[in-house]
């Protein structure tokens, strides 16, 4: 194998963490990813798991990805920081109030499930420059929203 292709080619440094125990039930993993190498685009191939994900890419609002029935391929530059969670498989409908088919093959942002008011929490988070203290927001986040009678719809 050629060194240089391994070694130019961008990738990412993608990690998964238990949930606190108060959202073990509720979700599967946070997860984090960071895009390193050249500048160029990173292709990340995305298998279907049959989750749905609340995902914050950088400083742009935090986005619900629903599940997906095939694979598809994200783009992203170097230094592309990406930060999720992801529920267990069907569980997610009653957290965010709304049938998992409503987000089949989707990525809706996370204001249009649950409204402004709620996803504003989320909100705060791109102010966080480390991975670790976005992922911890978003737990900080999550544990505040647990519940649909704690979120304010639009």
Known sequence: MNCDVCVNKP????REFRPSLPLANHLLCLWTALVIGPQGANAQHVLPDGCIDIVLINEE??????????SFVARYAPGTRIV?????????PAMLGLPASA??????PLSVVWGSAASARFARIAGEQSLSARKSAVEAALLDCRTPARLTKR
């Open 11 to 14: 990738a990412s440094e993608y």
């Open 84 to 92: 999720g969670a992801r529920w267990h498989p069907g569980r997610a």
């Open 61 to 70: 609002p935090p986005v619900v990805v629903g599940p997906w029935t095939k």
């Open 103 to 108: 987000l089949l093959n989707q990525s809706v």
